[in-house]
C-alpha cells in the first residue's frame, strides 16, 4: 500500500507522514498495524465531532438509503440541504439568512468574492497579508504569502493587502473596493486574534466606503472558538460568511451565507451567477446538518472554552514561548522551526497525531475534535511536554 500511494497518488509534499489508516473513531485514529494515535488536528479543523460520531454516521445511512445525486445544486428540493440552510439562518443574526453551500471552503470563497462584486460593480478585493483562503486560483490571488503564489501568477488582477491588526492601513479601503476579506482569526499566519477592536473598525470602515466584508470562517466555525462563529466573539457581523471544513462532520462542504437581497443577485445578470454539480449533495448536507444540530443543541462549544484553559494549564514548558488562539483552535509556539518539527514528528511515534501551521514555521498546531474527553487533553499535553523534555 506505501509503495502503491507515492507510486499512483499525487502527493502535496517531498515528505507526507504517510501513516496508513485502517479505521478512527472518536478521538483515535488507528494505523494498518492497529496502533491507536490521538488525534489533535481533527483533519486541520474539519472533523467537529471526532471520528465516526453516531448522530452523523446514522444520518449518512439514512439519506443514503433515500436518493444520492440527483440534479444540480438549487433545482430540485432536497430536505438535507434545506433543513442545513435553515438551521444556519436559525443561530445567524438577521442579515445572514440564506445559504449557497458548495463542495469545498476555497469554491465558497469564489462564490462569495464573486457576490461581492456582482453587487457592488466594483474590481478591487483587500485581503490581508499572510491569509490563506485556499489554493484555488481565485483564492490564491488572495493568498497574502508570494513565496506560496508566484509559481501560479498571472493571478486575479486588482487585489491590495493589508497588514491585519493594523488599523492605519483601514485608509487603503475606499470607494474603489469591491470588499475586504479576512479570517476572522488568521489560520496559516499562526492563529492570530483580532485585537484592538479591529474586526469592528474594518466593518465601519466597509460600511463608510460601501465596500461589502466578507470573513472566512473556515477553520474558526461551527463552535471551534466557543461561539457557533468566530466573529461573535468579536462585535462584528459580516456581509458575507464563509464556512466549510467542520460543519461537515468529516464531509467534504463549503458553503457562503448573505442575506437574501446579496444572494438572490446571483439568479440574473448573469442568470446562473454561480453553478455547481454536487454543491448541497444530499449525503454531505445530512451529515453537516447533523453536525451543526448536535454543536448547537449540546454544551460542546462551552466545553471548547473549558478545554482551552486545561490545555493552556497542562501545555507549560521553557520550550513552549506562546500558545495563540480561542477554544480549540489553538497553537503552541516554540523558539524554532526545528523544534516544532522535532515535536510533530515525534509525536506521531508516540502515538499523538499533531501537525503544522502554512505560514509559522514554529507552531504546533493543536486542533482536536470538540467532542475530545478532558482526559484525553490532558494525556496529549503531556505527550508534547515529554518529548519538549529531551530536546
Not at 84 to 95: I, V
Request: proline share 4%; glycine share 8%.
Amino acid at each position: 500500500m506505501t509503495s502503491d500511494f507515492f507510486t499512483y497518488q499525487a502527493q502535496t509534499s517531498e515528505n507526507p507522514l504517510a501513516m496508513e489508516v485502517s479505521h478512527a473513531n472518536g478521538s483515535y485514529i488507528y494505523d494498518s498495524k492497529n496502533k491507536a494515535y490521538l488525534d489533535f488536528v481533527a483533519g486541520v479543523s474539519a472533523c467537529t465531532l471526532g471520528h465516526k460520531h453516531p448522530k452523523v454516521v446514522s444520518a449518512i445511512k439514512e439519506q443514503l438509503d433515500r436518493y444520492l445525486h440527483v440534479m444540480v445544486y438549487g433545482e430540485y428540493i432536497q430536505e438535507p440541504a434545506v433543513n442545513l440552510a435553515k438551521l444556519l439562518a436559525k443561530h445567524l443574526p438577521e442579515s445572514l439568512n440564506k445559504t449557497y453551500l458548495t463542495n469545498s471552503g476555497t469554491e465558497a470563497i469564489e462564490g462569495a468574492l464573486k457576490l461581492a462584486k456582482r453587487a457592488t460593480g466594483r474590481s478591487q478585493i483587500i485581503a490581508a497579508k499572510h491569509a490563506y483562503h485556499g489554493n484555488t486560483m481565485g483564492s490564491m490571488s488572495i493568498m497574502g504569502f508570494e513565496e506560496r503564489k508566484q509559481a501560479f501568477r498571472p493571478l486575479l488582477p486588482d487585489v491590495s493587502f493589508i497588514t491585519f491588526n493594523d488599523n492605519s492601513d483601514l485608509k487603503n479601503i475606499t470607494t474603489k473596493t469591491a470588499c475586504v476579506i479576512l479570517e476572522t482569526i488568521q489560520g496559516g499566519a499562526g492563529f492570530i486574534e483580532p485585537k484592538n477592536n479591529y474586526l469592528e473598525n474594518v466593518r465601519k470602515r466597509c460600511d463608510q466606503v460601501g465596500a461589502l466584508l466578507i470573513l472566512d470562517e473556515i477553520q474558526p466555525g461551527v463552535g471551534r472558538t466557543g461561539k457557533l462563529f468566530g466573529f461573535e466573539n468579536y462585535n462584528c457581523i459580516p456581509d458575507i460568511l464563509v464556512s466549510g471544513k467542520g460543519l461537515g462532520g468529516g464531509m467534504p462542504i463549503g458553503a457562503f451565507t448573505a442575506s437574501t437581497k446579496l444572494m438572490d443577485l446571483l439568479q440574473d445578470n448573469p442568470k446562473f451567477g454561480h453553478i455547481t454539480t454536487f454543491g448541497g449533495h444530499p449525503v454531505i448536507a445530512a451529515a453537516a446538518y447533523a453536525t451543526l444540530k448536535e454543536v448547537v443543541e449540546s454544551d460542546l462549544m462551552q466545553q471548547a472554552i473549558e478545554k482551552e484553559a486545561l490545555v493552556r494549564k497542562h501545555l507549560k514548558h521553557p520550550l513552549i514561548t506562546e500558545i495563540r488562539g480561542k477554544g480549540l483552535m489553538l497553537a503552541a509556539l516554540t523558539p524554532s522551526a526545528d523544534i516544532t518539527n522535532n515535536v510533530v514528528l515525534k509525536a506521531q511515534d508516540n502515538g499523538l497525531i499533531l501537525f503544522w501551521l502554512l505560514f509559522e514555521p514554529k507552531a504546533i498546531r493543536i486542533t482536536p475534535p470538540l467532542t475530545i474527553s478532558n482526559e484525553e487533553l490532558i494525556e496529549g499535553c503531556k505527550i508534547i511536554t515529554d518529548i519538549l523534555d529531551t530536546l
